[in-house]
């Protein structure tokens, strides 16, 4: 039965200050190299047909680090901005703190955790589900259903949009649903595409 494995990229500088990054080409932070390489321990074991990433360097710098710590060699490789982390429109850039001061916390929840609400000239989580989603369908679930392995590395809400369509989740029940940085999750599918098992390693 084929796996596939979703990592959302190691903590990233704006993590760190715990700014809003969405879309901003931001590199991962010192601790986030040391996750990506953690997780790279942890797939060691695994082996992969194809590795698939966001354009966006966090990612990239994981997936190269997860490569070089695990022994990947010449993993066939597609980048894409359909990955990319959900864009934050007018919050990136801002810290999240302040921003719950200006706006309240309430609504700073809403704008990061809610499927269907935008922030102000930005992506909702259903929006980031309407590119993820089909690109998932025609590039990713094919190299599943033909037994292949998948590894992608990719972005805490792009990621979301997966496992809420992979774990049939409803959008109240991805309000409370987090992905860690540098935390492979592992499906065991079947023929098919659908998921027997599912951890984190």
Not at 6 to 24: A, I
Not at 139 to 156: E, F
Not at 159 to 184: F, W
Request: aromatic share 8%.
């Amino acid at each position: 039965m084929p796996y596939l494995v979703l990592l959302r990229h190691g903590e990233s500088q704006w993590n760190l200050e715990n700014r809003f990054t969405g879309w901003v080409d931001v590199p991962l932070s010192p601790k986030g190299e040391e996750e990506a390489r953690a997780a790279g321990a942890k797939l060691a074991g695994l082996t992969f047909d194809h590795l698939f990433t966001s354009v966006l360097q966090r990612a990239i710098q994981t997936a190269d680090l997860v490569c070089a710590t695990a022994g990947f060699t010449n993993l066939p490789t597609t980048r894409d901005q359909a990955l990319n982390e959900r864009h934050y429109g007018d919050l990136q850039g801002l810290n999240k703190a302040e921003t719950a001061r200006q706006y309240g916390e309430e609504q700073v929840k809403i704008w990061r955790r809610s499927y269907d609400v935008r922030p102000p000239n930005g992506e909702s989580l259903a929006d980031t589900a309407a590119r993820v989603l089909p690109y998932y369908e025609a590039h990713i679930l094919p190299l599943l259903r033909a037994g292949k392995n998948v590894l992608v590395v990719a972005h805490g809400n792009s990621l979301r949009a997966l496992v809420m369509h992979l774990d049939r989740l409803s959008p109240a029940e991805v309000l409370e649903l987090n992905i860690p940085t540098g935390a492979p999750l592992y499906y065991e599918l079947d023929a098919e595409g659908n998921v027997l098992a599912k951890r984190y390693l």
